[in-house]
């Protein structure tokens, strides 16, 4: 399973997990061990645009993509 995590820069990338939250100031990024979730990577909110899970559900991050 990958998570899809959109950068301000416009960069995309995947990570492995499950799941992520917004918590604060910070998008975390969780994948399961042995039936729990357990966190994986974090990211400043401020960096993030959006993260995509795998069941399909979009978490909105802090940043925003600036255009010319």
Do not use: C, H
Request: aromatic share 8%.
């Amino acid at each position: 399973m990958a998570v899809v995590v959109k950068f301000v820069s416009g960069e995309e990338r995947q990570y492995d997990g499950e799941t992520a939250a917004l918590q604060g100031p910070v998008l975390v990024l969780y994948k399961r061990k042995r039936r729990k979730l357990e966190s994986s990577d974090a990211f400043p909110a401020e960096t993030v645009v959006w993260a995509q899970t795998p069941d399909g559900r979009t978490i909105l991050g802090r940043g925003t993509i600036k255009r010319n």
